[in-house]
């Protein structure tokens, strides 16, 4: 390319992101933030069903921050384009590889173990970092598409 060229004009377009809450939790905040994640999901475009496995698998995340990862968390949620994203984090000692892999229903009668599964079963996508220095867990939702009036009546 000659400085008498002319770069091809690219549009950007933008991730329209929206930060809903970044919150520290302790036990005593669960109850709250759940009602807290409830509402601001629900403003963002979640309903019936969808909304009430996303809560689910939300406060599974927080649950298990408080009792495995060291009593405490951080929570963060937002809307990103047409998904709802929630990142939960602890400073906890990190979870096993084989927990990590294991992607088995537990057995029914199990007290524990139902958190990672129940979080992965009832969100779209669900990543996880983890070390000895704490975990990190992000799960999504895809927002449904808004109906139009009038379509198919």
Do not use: K, Y
């Amino acid at each position: 390319m000659t400085n008498a060229e002319r770069p091809t004009a690219r549009t950007v377009v933008p991730i329209e992101r929206s930060l809903l809450i970044a919150e520290a939790f302790d036990q005593a905040q669960v109850t709250e933030l759940r009602h807290s994640v409830t509402s601001c999901v629900h403003a963002a475009g979640l309903s019936g069903q969808r909304l009430d496995d996303f809560v689910l698998a939300v406060n599974e995340l927080i649950t298990n921050a408080v009792r495995h990862g060291g009593g405490q968390g951080w929570l963060r949620l937002w809307r990103e384009a047409a998904s709802v994203l929630c990142e939960v984090s602890d400073h906890g000692r990190g979870i096993s590889v084989q927990r990590l892999h294991d992607r088995q229903r537990p057995a029914p009668d199990t007290a524990g173990g139902w958190g990672l599964w129940l979080a992965r079963e009832l969100s779209d996508t669900m990543q996880v970092e983890t070390g000895t220095a704490g975990t990190t867990v992000r799960i999504s939702a895809v927002l449904e598409a808004p109906q139009r009036a009038g379509h198919g009546d």
